[in-house]
């Protein structure tokens, strides 16, 4: 039992603005269960719905100054679990469709020489996009999509916000597509002139 067990929740609200822990503790406890089951309807996945209600609560603390006691806690709640669950499948769909456009040029090794230099080059290109990203970033790609470490993880590893890394991983993809899209222009350009030529021959 706490002092602040049996207050109305525009009380609790109250305390958690003057930065109250308990206060935050007995609305998370209030709100758990029902958030939870709100956002894997959604989700579909039981760590991902957890790591959801985690960052949503986050969000209630660092925010805390803009919650207004006298609007239901409850419907500020489920907005922001809404807007950040929405905003994480869309950088998932994002991170999906840029590796796919990443995997063009990771083709599976067979035992041909042609394969064999295609599957060389084209890893090259991946490679020389990895290398040109800025040292946090690149390290961050590295230990997320080629380690398979989870965004956690490499938080805890490089001591940094699971934020920062979902920055870095959305700055570092964007940068891996437009440089192969990159260089895939240029290898048609030059394709384009070299057929050129061979016909004015």
């Not at 939870?36 to 925010?63: C, G, M, P």
């Not at 807007?83 to 063009?104: C, F």
Request: hydrophobic share 35%.
């Amino acid at each position: 039992m706490t002092k602040y067990d049996g207050l109305q929740e525009n009380e609790l609200v109250s305390f958690l603005r003057e930065g109250n822990e308990d206060a935050l503790k007995l609305l998370y406890d209030n709100h758990v269960r029902k958030l939870h089951y709100f956002i894997l309807r959604t989700a579909k996945s039981q760590q991902l719905a957890e790591d959801v209600v985690q960052d949503v609560f986050i969000k209630i603390w660092e925010n805390r100054l803009q919650i207004d006691p006298e609007q239901p806690f409850k419907t500020y709640l489920y907005t922001i679990a809404k807007r950040h669950l929405l905003n994480l499948l869309k950088r998932v769909q994002h991170e999906a469709d840029i590796l796919d456009e990443i995997r063009k040029y990771t083709i599976p090794l067979e035992n041909t020489t042609e394969l064999h230099i295609e599957y060389s080059e084209s890893n090259g290109i991946l490679n020389e996009a990895i290398s040109k990203l800025p040292p946090q970033c690149r390290e961050v790609f590295i230990r997320c999509k080629m380690q398979g470490h989870s965004y956690k993880q490499v938080a805890a590893q490089l001591g940094i916000t699971e934020g920062t890394v979902n920055g870095q991983m959305v700055k570092a993809l964007r940068s891996i597509k437009e440089y192969i899209t990159f260089k895939n222009t240029i290898v048609l350009l030059l394709a384009s002139v070299v057929n050129y030529l061979s016909d004015k021959q």
